[in-house]
């Protein structure tokens, strides 16, 4: 099964709004989804740049194609487990 | 300063254990407009206060004679008469040792009652003759006056008797380090890296010293002062995107056209040269820390790291010391820039509205700001050689 791919904003908002604390996926992330994720980090995924935004929603992280704005470590951990529900389903 | 030598200056010292200051005074002074750097060190009398009162005031008079080029025994006198022999101890009030030293090559040497400094070239030590000069006045004390025309990778090394004396009374060292010990560490220092900075290895020297004493303390104030002539090390920083997006392949260009080292520092500006010069840009997983974003790899490039927070931290290192135990992005930086003779910055100017978000839980400096900031302790602390432009 093809991996689910969780990518991090690193950016410098990002950063200082808690991407550090998510990027723990990386070393130490849940048992049961260590092996099915593959984290892909970014320096900056420019979302932040974003005019309409009128206040920064940042973290932002990708888990697949789906953007999570505002992210924690818990959202993007459930995000995943519930990417892998639905797969089980389907 | 222009020419093809480069001259850094380092300088480590510890105070005499349990005084609140040094009792040695190190002054460095850089005269662009002559091309010259001249450093002094002096060793107080006793320790403490006192002492660190008696050699500033030494290390203030000799720069400030040496600067004004007044004549050798004239300015020797006047400092000889200000600061008298102990009548107790019968030994000088603060000993001196000044290193003139031009862009040119020429460099002087003026010593009084200091170990001898330290020549070294081509990794051996080289005996530099000298000769003694004395006033009338003051017939029992004698000034040692060297010359030598450097070149590349020469070195001097200057250091108070705090060094050359360390572990005395330690059972181990009945005599102390002494010179000859501390220069076959040096020879082995530079055996193993012989492109060693001046500042690690004054560094390296002290601490080394610090082991020959009981329980690491230091018995008497030490000071070690290394200079190091050296062609200069060139290094481009470029941060932040440019004002003007137009101008996004004219900085691509420069990075790929440098003829040095090269370090971006800002995600999007990386993004930028990624995309401008087709490379491929990947985060360094080595490099994680909790409180700085991690450094990347980039062909070419020999450091990546993420800006405003990166920058922040670097500033605060070069202030206050480089933690040598982390390898985070900052800590890289740091050390490349401190590596560095010439330092090119490229300052992109535009703002990052996010950054600026009153929400933000901490507060981001401006770009600009914070590298000003980087560059005028380069340029003051650290003898760097700086140009800044901003796009």
């Not at chain 1, 900056?44 to 704005?69: Q, S, T």
């Not at chain 2, 030994?91 to 010593?111: C, N, P, Q």
């Not at chain 2, 060292?173 to 055996?191: A, D, E, H, T, V």
């Not at chain 2, 360094?284 to 409180?291: A, L, P």
Request: charged residues 30%; negative net charge; proline residues 4%.
């Amino acid at each position: 099964m093809e991996k689910i791919k969780v990518k991090i904003c690193s950016g410098t908002s990002c950063f200082v709004m808690g991407a550090a604390a998510i990027q723990a996926l990386e070393f130490t992330p849940p048992e049961d989804i260590a092996d099915k994720i593959e984290i892909v980090e970014s320096r900056c995924l420019n979302l932040c740049h974003n005019a309409e935004n009128k206040h920064n929603h940042g973290p932002f992280v990708m888990v697949n194609d789906e953007l999570i704005e505002e992210a924690t470590y818990e959202a993007v951990v459930n995000k995943i487990r519930e990417i892998l529900k639905n797969n089980c389903e389907a | 300063m222009s020419s093809s030598l480069f001259i850094e200056v380092s300088k480590e010292q510890r105070q005499k254990h349990g005084e609140d200051c040094f009792g040695d005074t190190v002054y460095i002074q850089k005269i662009p407009e002559e091309q010259r750097i001249i450093s002094v060190l002096s060793d107080g009398l006793g320790s403490g206060v006192k002492a660190n009162i008696l050699s500033s005031m030494t290390t203030r008079m000799a720069m400030k004679f040496m600067e004004s080029n007044v004549e050798l025994l004239r300015s020797s006198e006047i400092m000889m008469d200000a600061l008298p022999i102990c009548q107790v101890r019968k030994i000088s009030y603060a000993t001196f040792s000044i290193v003139d030293s031009e862009l040119e090559g020429k460099t002087r040497i003026i010593e009084m009652d200091n170990p001898p400094f330290i020549f070294i070239r081509d990794g051996k030590e080289m005996n530099i003759k000298s000769r003694e000069i004395s006033s009338p006045k003051w017939k029992e004390r004698t000034i040692n006056v060297s010359q030598v025309t450097t070149q590349p990778e020469d070195r001097i090394i200057l250091m108070s008797d705090g060094v050359s004396q360390a572990g005395l009374g330690n059972p181990k060292y009945p005599l102390g380090w002494q010179r000859q010990g501390c220069i076959s560490f040096i020879l082995k220092q530079i055996r193993k890296n012989p492109y060693i900075s001046a500042y690690d290895l004054a560094h390296a020297v002290v601490k080394e010293a610090l082991t020959k004493e009981v329980d690491e303390q230091a018995g008497d104030d030490i000071s070690c002062v290394v200079i190091y002539f050296r062609k200069p090390r060139k290094l481009l920083v470029l941060t932040g995107p440019p004002f003007d997006e137009d101008k996004d392949r004219e900085i691509a260009e420069l990075v790929s056209l440098y003829d040095g080292k090269t370090a971006i520092c800002g995600g999007t500006t990386a993004n930028i040269i990624e995309r401008e010069l087709c490379l491929k840009c990947e985060i360094d997983k080595t490099s994680f820390d909790e409180n700085i974003p991690m450094a990347s790899t980039m062909e070419g490039i020999d450091l990546v790291t993420e800006g405003i927070l990166t920058l922040t931290e670097v500033y605060r290192m070069l202030k206050e010391g480089i933690d040598k135990n982390k390898n985070n992005a900052a800590v890289r930086l740091a050390n490349l820039l401190l590596d560095s003779d010439k330092i090119d910055f490229v300052v992109g100017t535009k703002i990052n509205i996010a950054h600026q978000d009153p929400n933000l839980p901490m507060e981001l400096e401006i770009r600009r700001n914070i590298v000003k900031k980087i560059f005028r302790l380069l340029q003051d602390k650290y003898f760097k050689e700086i140009s800044v432009r901003y796009v």
